[in-house]
């Protein structure tokens, strides 16, 4: 059964920082291409930022440029965000999410076009 589960989440202060996982289990992450897509509160879903195969590519949502950072060690079938300074704006349940990518250089920051998706993990920017 293909899961992904992120983690990570949390309590984090406005200006810290936060880093967020989201394991893959039950396939091989090196054939997809990832996205961590956001829903704050009362609010539709949002792609944040997404990484192409063997990270040749990432692309960013303009809120998250400069402040966040995706990454992926396929080794340990993981990505991660990670947050840098985050805002009181940034709030918000946090979704990964994978489509199957045979271009290397591949992403997408459509919602719709992603196959597998974790439970989603809670961040709240607070002081």
């Known amino acids: 059964q293909q899961q992904f589960v992120e983690s990570g989440g949390g309590l984090v202060e406005p200006g810290g920082s936060l880093r967020l996982s989201c394991e893959a289990s039950?396939?091989?992450?090196?054939?997809?291409?990832v996205g961590w897509f956001r829903q704050p509160p009362g609010k539709e879903r949002e792609f944040v930022a997404a990484?192409?195969?063997?990270?040749?590519?990432?692309n960013y949502a303009d809120s998250a440029k400069g402040r966040f950072t995706i990454s992926r060690d396929d080794a340990k079938n993981t990505v991660y965000l990670q947050m840098h300074s985050p805002k009181v704006e940034d709030t918000a349940v946090y979704y990964c999410?994978?489509?199957?990518?045979?271009?290397?250089?591949?992403?997408?920051?459509?919602?719709?076009?992603?196959?597998?998706w974790g439970q989603g993990t809670q961040v709240t920017v607070s002081s």
């Open positions: 999410a994978a489509v199957g990518a045979r271009r290397p250089l591949y992403t997408t920051d459509r919602a719709d076009e992603y196959t597998y």
């Open positions: 039950g396939f091989s992450l090196d054939g997809y291409a």
């Open positions: 990484i192409s195969r063997l990270s040749y590519r990432t």
